[in-house]
């Protein structure tokens, strides 16, 4: 069987975009041509200017202006470029109206984080059913492939999961599903987000909700606390945290506590907590004394480092895995499933950090997997919907190396 | 000896403005008319309108709307109403103007705090020689009083380290003056400043000067800290702290060290130092992603609760006074004399908080001295330079009292 190679159009010009765009240029064998759209043109060119410095050929990246809010305008870059396949990587405002332009288009559609609303910071679960899954028909009518969330976390979890109640575990045992994200690197600065601060901070200010007991819980931020000992990054510190792909795990899969856990240091919460405290956080404008108007979080964004920034001096690890509990054998059985990412070298093979190399990569493997016909599979689905061995194993061969835990010691996952 | 009685134009329309419209009425039959100026007509109207709370007459007080910045408007109204005293309780940018309206007009003047240049953080010390002193000449020609600083501290706190000096140790022999701030009152806000957040945080963004071994030392803001156990307040820490007493006292009196101390709880410095190392108490503008401009610290300054706000849940004391050391018939001695005001009690008779309270009160003292005559110098003076003991014992009979502690224990301090 042979494939005409597809072109791929990636949208966003951040430090995720910077990687997907590395990545597909490594992987130009499995693509026709690789055009990159953001609304500023120059970002897209500041991108395509660091595949030099990689040694990768300039020319193999087309840059172009678009707005992604306007549907016609996307539809008819899709159409002139011919793209069938498009990696939404820009900002989480975006995901309604490309996916759209890839339903009037035919396009096949990713992104790697659940769509926001510019309006509401925490919405009733699942969240996803507020928004992305409304298109369900839409691309089954259209017969279009939109993968959501196939970042790292969500994303590769996602798939970690279904891994595990598939092949781990007796068949319909598993209890408890850990998704921990832990980022044991250091960027030097005195406090700084490692994405948009507007996104970023959005993930802690509200609600934190769990699947447990197969039910939604509810928890405000910082209040519940886990201690883990992880391979590579050692002891470290997470706090029950409100996060995407619990939304989806919670319906596709049949596991009664699904949570997921994010680390953090008692400085980050220090700084969090007074900025929250004292409303600085807020989306809601408040008036200065010469009568403007001004949303505090804009105002916290601009005096921190800009996130890009971060990864010339980032040095350490992410560790993001998935502690799985269940029966095996009919015996009581725990594994971790798990990434190891240094900062370090993800920045010196990509430019980028590792928690930008994270959501990356598994991005541009789907991409890969769709233009190989393997994932392709003309409806909307979350990642755990999709058989995780072909994902497993051909991230190992792009820099995202899967390792298991579990009775039999610590050793590379892959499948035949 | 008759006085014609003077008339008083009260120039501000904050919490200590409050504080002096109450005392001054309070006092009326020291002066002639009593006059409230604003540049919003209404917030003198709301100062009056407290009055009848406390029975008070209400017409007791006239309000005009004036810009204090305006020299030439400002010495019209000082004639129109025949003001003969002017006490300057408004921001700390409109000194000068105002002062040069006195000078115009010979109306004697007051102020409880030094100059801010609204551009300028940290200026060289001595900091009256870089704005008020530059007017003494003027003053003196036109044979017109001004007393600077006459608040609690700046103010008081000079009056103390004066009678230390003069009174209560061997001629000569004082080594060490420490004005000792502490606010032990809470205000049940998570965080707030007791006055305009612009002016409070500037005294602690800077460098620390303090006079030590007969010279300028700089320190950083909670690099030096003591703890004293205190009368009524108990066991506080403070960090040494530059203010403006010590520029003048450093001048006018022969002590080799002078040191200002501001107690601090480790909340406050908590939320202060994730402030300021985030920029966010910064008065250079930030570019938001609109492009706007805005001043981190005028943002802040709106988040936080109006100062103003707090007085009505205050609960607790200040104590403010001096720790002096010298000899005393030959001997080492060491004195404390100080002040405490209950927030709670300042609220009930006068609607203002303690730490307005104290720094009200003895600028009305000090303008019934120059309606009595007893301190009309007819040129610029600090308050050291002036014979302490009229003011001590003025303030004994309204609601500042002084006390000492010393070997032969904890009494009021007054003068026959």
């Known amino acids: 069987m042979t494939h005409t190679p597809k072109n ?9 975009a910077q990687v997907v765009a590395h990545k597909c240029v490594q992987h130009a064998d499995k693509f026709g041509g690789i055009h990159l759209a953001s609304r500023t043109l120059d970002k897209c060119q500041a991108i395509i200017a660091t595949l030099a410095q990689k040694n990768l050929p300039s020319d193999a990246i087309t840059a172009h202006s678009v707005d ?14 011919d793209a069938k396949i498009v990696i939404n990587v820009g900002s989480s405002f975006i995901n309604m109206s490309v996916m759209d332009a890839c339903i009037a288009t035919g396009a096949a559609y990713l992104d790697t984080a659940i769509h926001e609303d510019p309006n509401k910071v925490c ?10 899954w409304r298109k369900k028909d839409a691309f089954k009518a259209a017969n279009t492939t939109a993968i959501l969330g196939i970042g ?6 996602n798939a970690y999961a279904r891994l595990g109640v598939d092949e781990f575990f007796d068949v319909g045992s598993v209890t408890d599903i850990d998704i921990i994200d832990i980022n044991a690197g250091s960027h030097g600065q005195y406090f700084a987000t490692n994405f948009n601060p507007e996104i970023n901070f959005r993930e802690f200010t509200g609600v934190v909700y769990s699947w447990q007991n197969s039910a939604w819980q509810t928890n405000q931020m910082f209040e519940i606390k886990r201690t883990d000992d992880l391979p590579e990054v050692g002891v470290q510190h997470s706090y029950l945290t409100g996060h995407d792909e619990l939304h989806s795990l919670s319906k596709f899969l049949d596991v009664p506590n699904i949570r997921f856990w994010m680390g953090f240091g008692d400085h980050y919460i220090n700084v969090f907590t007074v900025l929250k405290n004292l409303g600085l956080l ?30 010339p001096n980032y040095t350490g690890k992410t560790c993001i895995g998935n502690k799985m509990r269940g029966k095996k054998d009919g015996k009581p059985s725990e594994i971790f499933v798990y990434n190891v990412v240094d900062h370090k070298a993800a920045h010196e093979e990509v430019g980028s950090q590792g928690i930008s190399y ?4 598994p991005a541009v493997a789907a991409a890969i997997l769709i233009a190989d016909g393997v994932w392709d599979v003309g409806i909307m689905v979350n990642v755990e919907e ?8 051909l991230m190992n061969t792009m820099g995202l190396t899967t390792r298991i835990q579990d009775d039999n010691g610590d050793r590379l996952l892959e499948f035949s």
């Open 8 to 16: 791929v159009l990636i949208v966003g010009a951040g430090g995720v």
């Open 68 to 81: 992604a809010l306007d549907v016609d305008a996307l539809a008819e870059l899709i159409r002139k470029i």
């Open 123 to 132: 919405e009733t679960p699942p969240w996803y059913a507020n928004h992305e």
């Open 152 to 157: 790292f976390d969500p994303g590769v979890v």
């Open 282 to 311: 807020s989306e809601k404008p408040v008036t200065l004394d010469d009568g403007r108007e001004v949303v505090p979080l804009k105002l916290v964004k601009a005096v921190l480092p800009d996130p890009s920034s971060l990864a």
């Open 358 to 361: 994270t959501a990356g990569v």
């Open 386 to 393: 999709l058989d995780p061995k072909p994902l497993i194993n």
